[in-house]
């Protein structure tokens, strides 16, 4: 199994930038899909953004064109990259690894079997 620790929350203002990491143990990245879910207060997890094992990339909606996810097979490491910061971004950002193939279209906190223990991001306006 793969052990998981994301870093890089923090406050910023909003139009600011964060790169979120999440560095891996245990198992390649590469191996999985990788996702990124936040959650804010008082709202269900929400899945963000997906990397599959041959790199391709999936974004919600609501973060598309502002966020970039990617994979560093190297330091066995994937991050996200987030542009243009909305107060709405405000949450917990967690890291997940799935064993499966779920495609990231149809993916929920359910299919993904590895968690962080997440990062908090705040925005400020």
């Known amino acids: 199994q793969v052990q998981l620790v994301e870093s890089g929350g923090g406050l910023v203002q909003a139009g600011g930038s964060l790169r979120l990491s999440c560095a891996a143990s245990?198992?390649?990245?590469?191996?999985?899909?990788m996702g990124w879910f936040r959650q804010a207060p008082g709202k269900e997890r929400e899945f963000v953004s997906g990397?599959?094992?041959?790199?391709?990339?999936y974004y919600a909606d609501s973060v598309k064109g502002r966020f970039t996810i990617s994979r560093d097979n190297a330091k066995n490491t994937v991050y996200l990259q987030m542009n243009s910061l909305k107060p709405e971004d405000t949450a917990v950002y967690y890291c997940?690894?799935?064993?499966?193939?779920?495609?990231?279209?149809?993916?929920?906190?359910?299919?993904?079997?590895?968690w962080g223990q997440g990062t908090q991001v705040t925005v400020s306006s």
């Open positions: 997940a690894a799935d064993r499966g193939y779920t495609a990231f279209t149809l993916a929920t906190d359910e299919d993904f079997d590895y």
């Open positions: 990397i599959s094992r041959p790199g391709g990339t």
């Open positions: 245990g198992r390649t990245v590469s191996t999985y899909n």
